[in-house]
């Protein structure tokens, strides 16, 4: 008796679903993009800043301005992938809207 009131229990229990595993959960990729737009990025400028003044004073000039012009073309290229996304998205928007 007590078994299959424990088998019914359990039915009903699967049956209204509570033991029904929750959904999975996703990473949020605007939070992680956030945190390395504004946390990493600025200290990771800040160290090359760093870097070219302790070479400007050491009269590496050459060096310095080298280093400086491949930073902002890098910087150019991320701009320019960034732009690519919102442009991309606008399309997508625009052909399917």
């Excluded at 078994?3 to 605007?30: D, M, S, Y």
């Amino acid at each position: 008796m007590i078994a299959t009131e424990l088998v019914a229990q359990v039915a009903a229990t699967l049956h209204q679903g509570t033991l029904a595993a929750p959904e999975p959960k996703g990473i949020n990729t605007e939070g992680v993009v956030t945190f390395f737009a504004s946390n990493v990025a600025p200290i990771l400028l800040a160290v090359l800043g760093i870097i070219f003044i302790g070479r400007a004073s050491r009269g590496e000039i050459s060096k310095v301005l080298t280093s400086s012009a491949i930073a902002i073309v890098g910087l150019a290229f991320i701009a320019g992938a960034a732009t690519l996304f919102f442009v991309g998205d606008y399309l997508i928007n625009l052909i399917f809207t």
